[in-house]
């Protein structure tokens, strides 16, 4: 998807400012073309505010068709046919292309009751999410009234809205979809950052598989030179950081029994908020260690 | 084994103090024999000590028989048939009775080649092992010459001896052959200990299945009625202890986010003092936690 | 004060009997004498709940003349006179003797305004109190009604003579009167506890000097051989503990900057429950510190 | 003082050249003659080298010259009277226009020894310096020889230059002359940064008072506004952070002992490195603290 400029998007013809948003909200081009007459927009912020009036504003009908027109989750089925491609990379951002047999099975129990009951799709921001926050979602929410879940599923059309717009369009300000999992080791032994100790963060599954996100090593400041999730959602769900400090320790010929006291540390941790910074520190010696949630 | 006093084994005939002692040490009788004529004995230490005197003192020639009367370790063929009562004990005190395919297919590559070079079987302490350290110890002393190995063998058959002496005569003094597991629960946000914690101590392995070895509820002052692991030498090796805290903060109606941010603590540590003691407690808030090898 | 058993208080004679409780509450032998008819007494418990239903089963008239024969407390007049030994050796306890000129003009003017609201002395049990709480008691007590602080003079009346009949009287329970202060110091550093720390307790006070009121050196364990406050309560008020850690380190030679980055290491609280069990641990590296309140 | 560029001191006439640089060394103009002559320079940090090679590569006595054109130190005779207003400027920093009786003493007496063995002034960079550690400088230096105190007066005159050059010329590059004392308080019952905490910096003195240097208020991400000591170098001394907490939980409504079990939090730590970054945190619960020199 290439990128447009705001001022861009202010200043274009009707029809180019509705093929430039047509796939922001799913299948939907009436919302775009509304937008299009209540322009300029003094930011991104502005602009996606006028987009959730314009949808909060139509009739219901129209709302529950616009909720009809997004995908079933994870429907193998409909996946070879008509999902868009921000759907696709969307769904599998959340590893949703990559589930077990038991986490397919789930899937579909909770995706077909979530129909049968309430007519319509469950919509989900997935970027927001891992596969375990999904299902529990899922299952919350499969108690709630109609009326509730169609309020809940216009949020979700919000946010997943918000992200593509995120990425569609250049502006001044910012919307606030991003947030932040960022981690620092300090040797309490010299008191100063520790260096070269490898890292790993690992999502941790209930049903499926656990896997590894995202591998670094810390820097000169004890510091990844990335942070370990940005720019994009946290997805919530639970996670463990891992930690290897028995080499760093021999490498400075500090004494070590065999085996080591402490080597292999794993900080497990749980993400409920997608757009906060979440900063997990290690604080450690050969002989002790601690953690928290820092900022 | 029912047990005996040292006064009884002190005053007793010859043949009830050799009978008595007899397996003490594996098929090797005469090591009470010379024993017996060296009463009375003060202590269980000095028992101990008189023991390994009579080994030190044999002609190499039997030293070597000593060794040899030993059986392979995690032989199944020899488990069917001549081990001794204390020996299955012993390894089966280790895990050695359930190992997986891979772990009985390494045991017995080093076994093989540990009696291919050195002509007489590997001799340990299991007690003072799990399955992942013997296999260790193994590859260590593999690369020992034929000498070193005599020594560290009748070394282990010290240990050995040490404890079924321990088990066997009741005494005043103690043989320093016990170490001890421990933890500690303390919930700093309210400075007090945190009872109703449910902990698991899981043995880790590189080759096999982890599993659980004890479990427990920290009680009113945050500890646990028993030592993790207690009356018996600690085995060498890496283990995990595990807390849940999210429940017990939910019970005390501390607000916690969903899921909550620390619910499944993970200490991970390894023991390498068999004979030690081992404290590692764990500081406790919903934000943050500490750990330390205490006291 | 000579102890005497309970047995033999339930044994003696009537007259004894009252003449060995005589001083338990201040002037006032018609308590002994109503005691002495409920024995036998199972416990020094059953004992002092019987002297309590006592005082509380008095006439208001008879509980007033009690509260009335209670010296003023710190009144340098009568201490000359007619204080008893036990009053005298309570009132030391907490420095009462050793007021600076400031202190004492703060304790005239609440004694005098507390006498005069009032038309008794302000009773407390002042070894549960530093100089600087039984100021911050007298401060909220004096807001209170009359009715409140008869109640108020009848509980401290009550705690004052369980220590005095804690220190006459020989049982096989005990009255829960006494609190406990302890440290320990762990070296993060090498995972075991620090021997040979100096530590200090002082009392601190907000008008008055600060006290030293301990000095200890720790053990092989990292503790004090006694508690730094024991057998007796813990004086209710604002304390530091210090801890001198750098010649320690440069014992172990360890590698310090110069000056050291940690060496007086002052940790600051206070107690609030005089029966209680305060641990107020150090674990320590030579650049990192924490301390908690510990069971 | 008026700042100046590098570029305009590189096109400079040599008349003001020199002129513009006259104080950077104590009445030594010739040494700015001779850079002048070295023009033009590519930053501040190959200034500052050339300028020391001046100083290195001039004859004995005219390095000795250059010495003995520095002030004593605290001197209150010489104050009056010939002091350039950069040494008033520097020396009042380290609280020298501040001794107390007992302080002015030990400098005097040292200042003379120091004078009387070496025939020369002691040279120091007070702004690296608390009052008591120049004196412990003092002591130090006064046992070397005149050899090494020769030297180590002309590196004291590089630190002084190189500072005063850093105020006095703008340019690109930076000479690393500054050091940063930071703080950051995270309440861990919360997992958030804490705001609004009252913080104090006090310096310690062994000799003369403590006195407070910097005040300032916790913001929202939990530290301080500006650095508590920043954009020069950190004078090595022993230093108190002090941290109010109790007020801070008692607004939030957390439920506290009374007295509060922590309120007054001291942290006490020296600083040795003048140019370093030194962060001292602070993580808080109601119960239990901890610090570390952090980064």
Redesign the interface.
Known sequence: MSQISLSNLNGAAKADFVAALANVVEYSPWIAEQLADKRPFAGINQLHTALMAVIQGADPDVQLALIRAHPDLASKTRRAAGLTAESTNEQNSAGLDRLSDAEYAAFERVNNAYRAKFGFPYIVCVRRHTRD?VLRDFEVRLRNIAKTETRRAIEEIGRISALRLDQLVIADDELKVHGRLSTHV?D??????AAGIPVELVELSALGENRIIARAVTNA??RTDQPLIGGRPLP???YELRFSTAGYYAERNVQL??????????L???I??PEGHYHVPL?V???????????
Chains 1, 2, 3, 4 share one sequence.
């Not at 309490?188 to 950052?193: C, F, K, L, S, T």
């Not at 010696?285 to 900022?295: A, E």
């Open positions: 926050s300090l309490n032994q010299i008191g100063r950052p400041d004890g919530i769900g639970r029994t065999d085996p080591p006291f402490l080597d292999d540390i794993p497990r941790f749980a409920s908020e604080l010696t050969p002989w002790s260690y601690s953690t928290y949630r820092g900022s």
